[in-house]
């Protein structure tokens, strides 16, 4: 079965950039989108269709995708920005949808 | 402001069966495909199932296939999950969310807890 590959964790200070990285075999193919999830709470959409930011999102929230790789990227990361952080994409047939294993991102 | 509201949960023992529903408002729900993700406690998130946006379509996850049926009542603007055969692997934090045709999920729901225990 497909799946996405994504680090446990990533640590940053507060102001500094931090970055996600996805992996998948469709992703050349298939759009990565990315989902914020805070301890008992939904998740919520950051980035949808690789590098568009849904309303409300901050500007400090951008992706972008190469190859087999989406990223990312939290420019001057907040400590509000802690979270774990899922990336979304469908298999190369888009009859299977994965997440990611979720990264946990410590601003600290 | 998008609402889903996500109810059935329960403790249930293995085998047993559940029906989970998820109820819509505030935005044209037969617009919409749907989706069911969940959550083990502690662990990442799972996609289990889709629908597209007048039910005619519909997709698993392998690790469902055949024990869950997904369906909606666009006039009721309800989603349903019928869960049959369940096992111990299945406890988790069950969420619906919608998404736009053929895109990923926009809006979700607060969830709902299924536990899979004797």
């Known amino acids: 079965s497909y799946e996405l590959t994504q680090p446990p964790s990533v640590s940053v200070s507060p102001g500094q950039t931090a970055r996600i990285t996805c992996s998948g075999d469709a992703l050349p193919k298939k759009y990565a989108n990315w989902y914020q999830q805070k301890p008992g709470q939904a998740p919520v959409l950051v980035i949808y269709e690789d590098r568009k930011r849904p309303s409300g999102i901050p500007e400090r929230f951008s992706g972008s995708s190469s190859g087999t790789e989406a990223t990312l990227t939290i420019s001057g990361a907040q400590v509000e920005d802690e979270a774990d952080y899922y990336c979304y994409s469908p298999d190369s047939s888009g009859n299977q949808e994965v997440f990611g294993g979720g990264t946990k991102l410590t601003v600290l | 402001e998008v609402q889903l509201v996500e109810s059935g949960g329960g403790l249930v023992q293995p085998g047993g069966s559940l029906r989970l529903s998820c109820a819509a408002s505030?935005?044209?729900?037969?617009?919409?495909?749907m989706h069911w993700v969940r959550q083990a406690p502690g662990k990442g998130l799972v996609w289990v199932s889709r629908?597209?946006?007048?039910?005619?379509?519909?997709t698993y996850a392998d690790s469902v296939k055949g024990r869950f049926t997904i369906s909606r009542d666009n006039a009721k603007k309800t989603l349903y999950l019928q869960m049959d055969s369940l096992r111990a692997e299945d406890t988790a934090v069950y969420y619906c969310?919608?998404?736009?045709?053929?895109?990923?999920?926009?809006?979700w729901g607060q969830g709902t807890l299924v536990t899979v225990s004797s």
């Open positions: 505030k935005f044209t729900f037969s617009n919409y495909w």
């Open positions: 629908i597209n946006d007048d039910g005619s379509s519909t």
């Open positions: 969310a919608r998404a736009p045709a053929g895109n990923s999920p926009d809006y």
